[in-house]
């Protein structure tokens, strides 16, 4: 490894970088600035002095400064002409626009109203009907009026005169006769009737009350001693039955006895002639004739 190292080094070193370098210094630097100095001399430098006594002379005295000139002393001017004239130029045109419009639109029909309807309604409506009403409705109104007041006055006083004709009349011979008769027969006959006929009759009709209520709350008491005694009946009559029904049920299949656990032991029943117990023979659980729920 150590002496391929030492072939390949000097080899690069003086087969490629040294060549190498010699030729970028003593060829490819002197070219490259050659290259840069015809470019710089032949390009760059008449580039600069065509732009620089050329075109910028060019543009600037035959662009420019004529534009310039143009815009100071030409459009200026005329713009500035322009801003005073148009503003005073629409004013006048404004000022003829409305006027022609008033002379075509509103002066004619002003004076139509003011000189022809204005007249004929005034002079041949208002006037004859204000003459009218002044010299003719007017007086006959009043006129009207007055008679029909005096005719009111007139129907008042007859009116007042036959009401209190009437009313006399109602008076006696109506009202007099039915007071007498109120006073006379009505109130004495509806006394006796208060004292001798009502009177006694609620008396009687509250004795009568009390005396049903009373009889009410003895027939109340009667029904619920009566009740009492056959719901006792009925209960001494279902506790005979339960204790003859356990009775036979004793009898029939034995007693019932407590198991050393705890739980009640069935006895065994009996076959007839023999000593021998039945292991099936257990009795059915009681049925109760007591309703359920």
Same mark, same amino acid.
């Given at each position: 490894?150590?002496?391929?190292?030492?072939?390949?080094?000097?080899?690069?070193?003086?087969?490629?970088?040294?060549?190498?370098?010699?030729l970028y210094r003593r060829g490819l630097v002197p070219l490259g600035d050659?290259?840069?100095?015809?470019? %710089?001399?032949?390009?760059?430098?008449?580039?600069?002095?065509?732009?620089?006594?050329? &075109?910028?002379?060019?543009?600037?005295?035959?662009?420019?400064?004529?534009?310039?000139?143009?815009?100071?002393?030409?459009?200026?001017p005329v713009g500035k002409g322009l801003g005073w004239l148009f503003p005073r130029l629409g004013r006048g045109i404004a000022v003829a626009t409305v006027l022609l419009a008033k002379t075509v639109f509103v002066w004619p029909w002003v004076g139509l109203w003011r000189y022809v309807l204005v007249p004929l309604?005034?002079?041949?409506?208002?006037?004859?009907?204000?003459?009218?009403w002044n010299r003719v409705l007017v007086p006959v109104a009043r006129e009207v009026r007055d008679a029909l007041a005096l005719c009111w006055r007139v129907a008042g006083y007859v009116s007042r005169a036959v009401g209190r004709a009437v009313k006399w009349t109602v008076r006696t011979l109506v009202g007099l006769p039915l007071v007498w008769f109120w006073r006379s027969v009505c109130t004495p006959v509806g006394h006796?009737?208060?004292?001798?006929?009502?009177?006694?009759?609620?008396?009687?009709?509250?004795?009568?009350?009390?005396?049903?209520?009373t009889a009410g709350r003895v027939a109340?008491?009667? &029904?619920?001693?009566?009740?009492?005694?056959?719901? %006792?009946?009925?209960?001494?009559?279902?506790?005979?039955?339960? %204790?003859?029904?356990?009775?036979?049920?004793?009898?029939?299949?034995?007693?019932?006895?407590?198991?050393?656990?705890? %739980?009640p032991e069935v006895a065994r029943a009996r076959t007839l002639g023999s000593t021998t117990n039945v292991p099936g023979a257990a009795p059915a659980p009681e049925i109760s004739l007591r309703k359920r729920g």
């Open positions: 490894m150590g002496g391929a190292l030492a072939v390949v080094v000097p080899v690069c070193r003086y087969g490629i970088a040294v060549p190498g370098v010699w050659g290259l840069f100095f015809l470019l %710089e001399k032949g390009v760059f430098v008449p580039v600069a002095a065509l732009f620089t006594y050329v &075109l910028v002379p060019l543009l600037r005295y035959g662009v420019v400064v004529p534009v310039l000139w143009l815009d100071r002393y030409v459009l200026t309604v005034r002079y041949g409506i208002v006037v004859p009907l204000g003459w009218l006796w009737i208060r004292d001798h006929v009502w009177a006694p009759a609620r008396r009687a009709a509250a004795a009568a009350g009390r005396l049903a209520a109340k008491e009667t &029904l619920s001693g009566a009740g009492r005694a056959a719901r %006792e009946a009925l209960a001494s009559a279902r506790a005979a039955v339960r %204790e003859a029904r356990r009775d036979t049920w004793r009898a029939l299949v034995g007693s019932v006895r407590q198991s050393g656990s705890g %739980e």
